[in-house]
């Protein structure tokens, strides 16, 4: 049976990638922001799943405007670097799970969300700059990863709680398909930030700690924070925390968190990460 071991919330900020790929990790404003995911690349050497369920959403890169799916799985054999605007990131092409993906796929349409099925897209920021940080420099990336795209950035988004009856229907899914496999569940973006008009800059980390609070044991809190809620206090793209509630309620009722990081600001963003264990 497969099973899903833990779970990972992150942000997902671009710059993390360009500073990344441009040798920039070491410099004074980056430093603090990548010693927070020193934890993590060590905890994932001893805890490298088979597969990946990345959550994460497309930001007009690969998707564009004229099809806004709410909820879409990557089912592609593999996935290129999206280029967004200034070439494509140096990294390695993502390799589906596609047995798992299908068996997701089917079984969520039967749990009656309504999925479109994405045969061909490439992957940007918000999937690529996660693995970075967690994996580093890789070759290749050492797990097979299943794209899910959740709309967080044309009106009307999903609400929280939708977001976590998927994970929970993720979660049913993943513990039906026969094969053992060691399955993460991640859920990216966030935290407060937005990018636009004359809040642009807002960042608010009473918000986002009190998210990370409740996130492992009083979840249920979050699911009912609305779009506005979340528009008023995290900002326009704070939104994209939904898709850590997904990640959350894919893991079951219990768990244990391993590991926290919070930090104002990378980019223009509240940089946060997370990991739970599913005990034993
Ligand atoms: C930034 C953050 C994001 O999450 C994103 O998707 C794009 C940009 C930023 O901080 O600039
Ligand atoms: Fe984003």
Not at 36 to 60: F, M, Q, R, S
Not at 201 to 219: T, V, Y
Request: glycine letters at 8%.
């Amino acid at each position: 049976m497969a099973r899903i071991t833990a779970g990972i919330g992150t942000s997902h900020v671009p710059a993390i990638g360009a500073a990344i790929d441009l040798g920039r990790t070491q410099d004074p404003d980056w430093k603090p922001i990548f010693d927070g995911y020193e934890w993590v690349k060590d905890w994932i050497k001893d805890n490298t799943p088979d597969v990946i369920i990345l959550c994460y959403n497309d930001h007009a890169s690969a998707m564009m405007l004229d099809i806004v799916p709410t909820f879409a799985l990557g089912f592609a054999e593999e996935f290129e670097p999206a280029d967004e605007g200034w070439g494509k990131r140096q990294v390695p092409t993502v390799y589906n799970h596609i047995e798992l993906a299908g068996h997701i796929a089917e079984q969520l349409v039967i749990d009656e969300f309504d999925l479109t099925i994405m045969n061909d897209i490439d992957v940007d920021h918000g999937c690529t700059v996660p693995l970075s940080l967690v994996f580093g420099q890789p070759e290749e990336w050492p797990c097979k990863v299943i794209p899910l795209i959740v709309n967080v950035t044309q009106f009307p988004t999903p609400s929280a709680n939708r977001c976590w009856q998927l994970g929970e229907a993720i979660r049913d899914a993943v513990r039906s398909f026969p094969q053992d496999l060691d399955v993460q569940i991640w859920g990216t973006g966030g935290m407060s930030h937005q990018l636009q008009g004359p809040r642009a800059g807002l960042i608010n980390p009473e918000f986002d700690n009190a998210f990370l609070d409740r996130l492992g044991n009083e979840p249920d809190d979050l699911r009912t924070i609305t779009r506005l809620e979340f528009l008023r206090e995290s900002g326009s793209e704070g939104i994209e925390l939904i898709m850590w509630l997904i990640m959350r309620a894919a893991m079951g009722y219990n768990v244990e968190e391993l590991y926290r990081f919070y930090r104002v600001p990378a980019s223009n963003t509240a940089v946060g990460h997370i990991v739970y264990k599913t005990p034993e």
